[in-house]
């Protein structure tokens, strides 16, 4: 049996670089005396048995390039390019124009800038699909090399995925519609099959220009209450073109983990038969019960919950309410660690150590 020193493998033997967020510097990640880097320990964690520690914080770092339409139109630019949130929003791939809110800290279409199409029927006379040869794919590759480089997994935001896109062509009511209007839902499928073809072009380009490991793809399927659509629709209209999507991810060596906010549990066996690899859901929908139903088949992005300090608290009084959120999450997901990718957004003192010894294996 090897010894394992985990005191000695959570030394810091320096840092990684880190991306802008929004234009706005972000601290370096540690780097640790790990037995492998951080992006073979990810790549590990989804073939099963792999991984000697569960994924956390810094172990992922994000990308979303400036040079993409879509990034600057949803307020999302996470580069070394500097960016001015005088710049958000804007027209995105589509020629959809967006308006930054600051106040909610993203994008909405423009009212009265949206709904291209009223009847998806009319969609090959109206959608005008990009040519992604048009994108500085090169330089933005240059400008990021230390960073896509350094050892830790990549994971690049896709903004809109498929539902979400067909919501900026139609505005949110006409597109659940045509989900189920008979008369419609070839001329989705058609749309859906185009974007497919859209979407498995750009993955290569990531894979290529910035060695992604992963694919956070965003796609809202439900409101606090409830999904947007049943299970049979989902499955029906949804779940063969994001089959599409993750089988060109795991053909490319990515992972790919779903962005999808609102009350979904009932939409999880659709996210599996998909080939889903992560959910990144919302706190209303119970996830412990999802692990316990689904955790061998779909892993779950969760983060501890955030500490909000009372104003004049001192340093101790917040690193004591930081413990006791870590303290919550292990309680409630301890048992769970090897189906969990621990979030860095919910990022806390002494999370990553804790998650580190917690979860530190031995290679099979």
Not at 1 to 6: A, H
Not at 108 to 132: C, S, T
Not at 278 to 294: C, E, F, H, I
Request: glycine content about 8%.
């Amino acid at each position: 049996m090897i010894f394992i020193n985990i005191q000695d493998e959570l030394k810091i033997i320096g840092s990684y670089p880190s991306v802008m967020f929004n234009g706005r510097e972000v601290p370096p990640s540690p780097k640790y005396n790990t037995p492998i880097t951080p992006r073979e320990n990810v790549n590990r964690f989804f073939r099963k048995g792999g991984a000697l520690w569960t994924p956390c914080g810094g172990d992922i770092v994000t990308i979303i390039p400036k040079i993409l339409p879509d990034n600057p139109a949803r307020a999302f630019v996470f580069d070394l390019e500097p960016f001015d949130m005088k710049e958000a929003g804007g027209k995105d791939f589509f020629g959809i124009e967006w308006e930054y809110i600051p106040q909610v800290g993203g994008s909405m279409v423009r009212p009265g800038k949206g709904a291209l199409l009223e009847d998806v029927n009319d969609w090959e006379k109206v959608i005008k699909f990009p040519n992604l040869d048009d994108y500085d794919w090169e330089g933005s590759s240059k400008r990021l090399k230390e960073v896509t480089e350094a050892g830790r997994a990549v994971s690049i935001w896709v903004m809109n995925g498929l539902f979400e896109r067909l919501i900026s062509f139609m505005e949110f009511e006409n597109a659940a519609l045509a989900l189920i209007d008979e008369d419609q839902k070839d001329a989705v499928h058609a749309l859906f099959s185009k974007l497919c073809d859209f979407y498995d072009d750009m993955f290569r380009r990531f894979k290529k220009y910035y060695n992604a490991d992963g694919i956070y793809f965003h796609d809202d399927w439900g409101s606090q209450r409830a999904p947007f659509f049943s299970l049979d629709v989902c499955r029906e209209m949804i779940v063969p073109y994001l089959k599409r999507v993750c089988d060109t991810c795991h053909e490319l060596g990515m992972y790919l983990d779903l962005h999808s906010c609102g009350f979904n549990e009932l939409l999880v066996p659709a996210m599996i038969e998909a080939g889903v690899d992560v959910w990144s859901g919302q706190t209303m929908n119970d996830r412990v019960k999802m692990l316990k139903l689904y955790g061998d088949k779909i892993k779950l992005n969760i983060a501890p919950d955030p500490v909000m300090p009372q104003p004049g608290a001192t340093k101790e009084e917040m690193e004591q309410a930081a413990k006791e959120s870590l303290d919550k999450f292990i309680d409630t997901y301890g048992p769970y660690l090897d189906s969990i990718l621990v979030s860095g957004m919910g990022s806390l003192p002494g999370m990553y150590e804790r998650i580190y010894t917690l979860t530190r294996k031995n290679a099979d």
